[in-house]
């Protein structure tokens, strides 16, 4: 990890120096090993110190400043804002590799198959329960591919399902 200070109307004192360092010492495992840069610089602006730290790490800028009546609460303020940015970072990165699909997105044929003897489940996209009568149900059923139709019973607003029969004949299910 590579430091470099600068001290605006302040010099940079070897205290503040291993003050820095120490903290980012106890971030170094959150790095991986990468090649890191920080920037560190602090500055007195009437009578209020000021810090902010730039850190360059594999090819992100990551960057905090604090204000404080303190410099050492200043510089340990910014390092505690830049280790919740890197912290962020790495769950979204985390987060993206290990993302499951979405259930509309997931095509039956493509999920691993478990040996089992018997008819599978397969998840199939959100279905919405309109609003209709029964009649409204039957001639939807027979415009679509489908051996059911769930909907919202129109008068008692209830979800209700319609399904085709084996004798041609349709089947209402209220629950």
């Keep these: 990890m590579k430091f470099?200070?600068?001290?605006?109307?302040?010099?940079?004192?070897?205290?503040?120096r291993s003050h820095c360092e120490g903290h980012f010492e106890k971030l170094k495992h959150l790095f991986e090993g990468s090649e890191v840069l920080a920037h560190i610089i602090i500055e007195v602006v009437?009578?209020?110190?000021?810090?902010e730290i730039v850190v360059r790490w594999r090819d992100k800028v990551i960057s905090a400043n604090t204000?404080?009546?303190d410099m050492y609460v200043s510089l340990?303020?910014?390092?505690?804002?830049?280790?919740?940015?890197i912290?962020?970072?790495?769950?979204?990165?985390?987060d993206k590799h290990h993302k499951r699909p979405k259930l509309g997105e997931v095509d039956g044929d493509a999920l691993p198959i478990e040996e089992q003897t018997g008819p599978r489940i397969l998840p199939v996209k959100n279905y919405v329960a309109k609003p209709m009568t029964?009649?409204?149900a039957v001639i939807h059923l027979d415009r679509e591919a489908n051996q059911f139709v769930v909907?919202?019973?129109a008068e008692s607003e209830r979800i209700s399902v319609?399904?085709?029969?084996?004798?041609g004949d349709y089947g209402l299910i209220k629950p």
Excluded at 5 to 12: C, F, K, L, T
């Design 87 to 94: 912290l962020r970072m790495k769950a979204k990165v985390t």
């Design 151 to 153: 909907y919202r019973d």
């Design 4 to 16: 470099e200070y600068s001290g605006r109307h302040i010099e940079v004192t070897p205290a503040l």
């Design 76 to 85: 340990s303020k910014t390092i505690e804002k830049i280790e919740k940015q």
């Design 162 to 167: 319609l399904y085709k029969r084996d004798d």
């Design 134 to 136: 029964a009649e409204e």
């Design 67 to 69: 204000t404080d009546d």
């Design 46 to 51: 009437r009578g209020s110190n000021r810090s």
